[in-house]
């Protein structure tokens, strides 16, 4: 995530590097690289002038504290001016209706139908709601299967009628039967077209006059950049929405949509997405956004998804195996599964506070936990208790059995020797040996 636009803000700082003090020339040198950066990054060039024009008149009237550098400094007031430009703080949804209607918008490609259904989940898991989904996209072939298969996937129940080609009507309908069925959400799934038109936008004026939403979301692609904040505009223009969702934030490196969408609308950004999978939406956090961008880290959200996978009792367990020496391979697996559904392992390290900047030159392959769940799988239920049954020959076959190499299966039980002391290490400060021992682990 904004890999492309950390480095080249990284860059930026290093020409204040071991300076003793700030300086009028010193600071233009900077800003004008990270001016550029961020234009690199698809950000408008009004944006990126004003941003590093009022940090450049913050800079030259600050006094350089000792324990402060300048090159600290000038991140500290760069951030702060990222934080303002993407509003400050986060932006809650409006749930005080019951039912409370959220109306989703966006251009066909945007995400809308699977965003629909991530933040179905998010309301049933995090917020204890009962969410109804409907199928307003009459138009796309097979949206209307799309939702319900998605909505099955998350225990959501979905709400269409079947040769009914108007949206307004279902729309209608389905909020009478959500009130009716006691439904404390409903999640209107609307269609889309390949570029904004007359239409479309009459089309969901409709319908938001004839269900009165909450909430209105405008679901967006952040890789297409400006684009994304051009068509943020149209939008906004007609319909007046309540808050962004920006989609496929995970794959952007640039992130000019991120820093802009919310200073050109005036809008909020609320949630992005960062993955394929139903749990992959976040809430968007200004501060951590600009904590990430600038390589600084995100903590509190690292911690907030290890919480979230984080089994109280399963720890305390694996805890007492490891106090009399029995952690074994079974253990090894279930934790591996613990760190897998925390999500994409590069931008979990990117979180850590002093990672952020190695991670981006590791070769992590998301799919080398396969070859471990192989490995360990192919052993007997005898051999996963007892690791020190695994001399040469079960070794041997256990390389066959997972269609991987004697060396490879040799590298994992070295590792999974070393994990035993990964206590001592976390214990120790060390989310750094935690995070380095889960690299080394993946076979190469």
């Not at 319900?148 to 269409?160: A, H, N, R």
């Not at 850590?352 to 396969?370: C, R, S, V, W, Y």
Request: one cysteine or more.
């Amino acid at each position: 995530m904004f890999q492309s636009l950390t480095t080249k803000l990284d860059r930026a700082f290093k020409v204040l590097k071991g300076q003793g003090h700030i300086t009028e020339i010193n600071v233009a040198e900077t800003m004008k690289e990270v001016r550029k950066a961020l234009l690199e990054a698809d950000v408008s060039y009004k944006i990126a002038k004003d941003l590093t024009d009022n940090v450049k008149k913050k800079a030259l009237g600050q006094n350089v504290l000792t324990s402060v550098s300048p090159g600290q400094l000038m991140i500290k007031l760069v951030h702060d001016e990222m934080v303002e430009l993407m509003g400050t703080k986060q932006a809650e949804l409006d749930l005080k209706a019951n039912p409370s209607v959220i109306l989703m918008a966006g251009l066909q490609g945007s995400g809308k139908t699977t965003h629909s259904a991530k933040l179905a989940h998010y309301l049933k898991h995090k917020k204890g709601k009962r969410v109804l989904l409907v199928a307003g996209d009459v138009y796309r072939p097979a949206a209307i299967d799309q939702l319900k298969v998605l909505g099955g996937q998350i225990e959501v129940d979905v709400f269409s009628e079947e040769g009914n080609t108007r949206p307004v009507d279902i729309a209608k309908k389905a909020v009478a039967h959500a009130k009716e069925a006691g439904y404390q959400v409903v999640i209107i799934d609307t269609a889309g077209r390949l570029s904004v038109d007359q239409e479309m936008m009459d089309e969901i004026g409709n319908i938001r006059d004839a269900v009165r939403p909450q909430e209105i979301l405008f679901v967006v692609d952040s890789m297409t950049g400006q684009d994304a904040v051009n068509t943020a505009k149209a939008f906004n223009d007609k319909l007046d929405f309540d808050g962004v969702i920006l989609t496929k934030l995970d794959g952007d490196t640039r992130g000019g949509a991120a820093l802009t969408i919310r200073s050109v609308v005036q809008k909020p950004i609320k949630f992005v997405g960062v993955g394929e999978k139903m749990d992959a939406l976040d809430v968007f956090y200004p501060t951590r956004m600009a904590d990430r961008i600038l390589g600084m880290g995100d903590i509190v959200s690292f911690v907030e998804k290890a919480q979230e996978q984080f089994d109280e009792e399963e720890a305390r367990r694996i805890q007492r195996k490891f106090a009399k020496n029995q952690y074994n391979f079974n253990d090894f697996m279930s934790q591996i599964q613990q760190i897998k559904k925390m999500g994409n392992m590069k931008d979990l390290i990117g979180m850590i506070p002093g990672l952020g900047k190695a991670a981006k030159n590791m070769d992590i392959d998301e799919n080398a936990f396969k070859s471990i769940e192989a490995i360990i799988r192919s052993m007997t239920p005898e051999e996963r208790e007892n690791p020190s049954l695994l001399n040469g020959s079960r070794r041997n076959r256990i390389a066959k059995g997972s269609g991987t190499s004697v060396p490879e299966v040799n590298k994992l039980l070295k590792q999974f020797n070393e994990t035993c002391k990964l206590m001592k290490m976390v214990s120790g400060g060390g989310a750094r040996g935690l995070m380095g021992n889960l690299g080394r682990m993946q076979p190469r």
